[in-house]
């Protein structure tokens, strides 16, 4: 009887082990192809009318788990962590200059949208994040090409 709940036991833990590991892996390989600057261009399926097509950036690094960016006028920066496609944005840092008001319209909008983003996904250099409510398209963003 000892030797089958030590089996049992021993099956178990490498199971659990197992798991957590592959989830540890995928974790990482999700921060990994998320890493880049995206540019924005849409937010709640609306065009960004940014003034140049540059100006709303997003910027993830694998390394250290940041995000950072420009609004179109104000730069943010923070932390994410990810879960398998789960990602969570912490609170973000945001420069206060002012700025004409369809601006910081489309800034808050850049801002309400990481705030809410619950999930993602990538294909195709195309990130897309997902409300945390409803699953919603709350923004999508290109991939920059590295040269």
Known sequence: MKNIVLLFTAALFAITTSCEETKRVLDVAGDVQLSGTYTVTQINSKASTALNADEQTLSFAALDRSIRGNTGCNTFFGNYTI???????????????????????????????????????????????????????LLTAKKQKTE
């Open 83 to 137: 879960d398998l496609y789960a990602i969570t944005i912490g609170e973000l840092a945001v420069t206060k200059k002012a700025c004409p008001a369809s601006v910081m319209t489309q800034e808050n909008n850049l801002l309400s949208a990481l705030n809410n983003t619950g999930s993602y996904s990538l294909q195709d250099d195309t990130l897309t994040l997902l409300s945390k409510t409803d699953r919603s398209v």
